[in-house]
């Protein structure tokens, strides 16, 4: 895995993103009642193996923690991320 990651977060498009050369890898998320709703994780084949997909949980759950939201996952990759980080829905 990379440490030259910059994780930008779109609120406005309710996504965070990591942009290679190689492609684009996200995470979007909605809002619920006060919970940030992981929807879908996505990382291109070519971005594969570098361990974006947990640094985007990550990202997604830190920013929920930090603004007070509950973190929920429809996502079955951030799922098994959770679980693997004992972070509970």
Known sequence: MSNNVTITHDAAAMMFKITQPEGEAYLDYSMDNGNLVVLHT???????GRGYGALLA????????????????????????????????
Do not use: R, T
């Open 42 to 48: 996505v990382v291109p084949p070519a971005l594969g």
């Open 58 to 89: 990550q990202a997604a759950y830190d920013y929920a923690a930090e603004h007070h939201h509950a973190f929920k996952y429809e996502c079955s990759f951030v799922g098994a991320w959770a679980k693997k980080n004992h972070i509970e829905q």
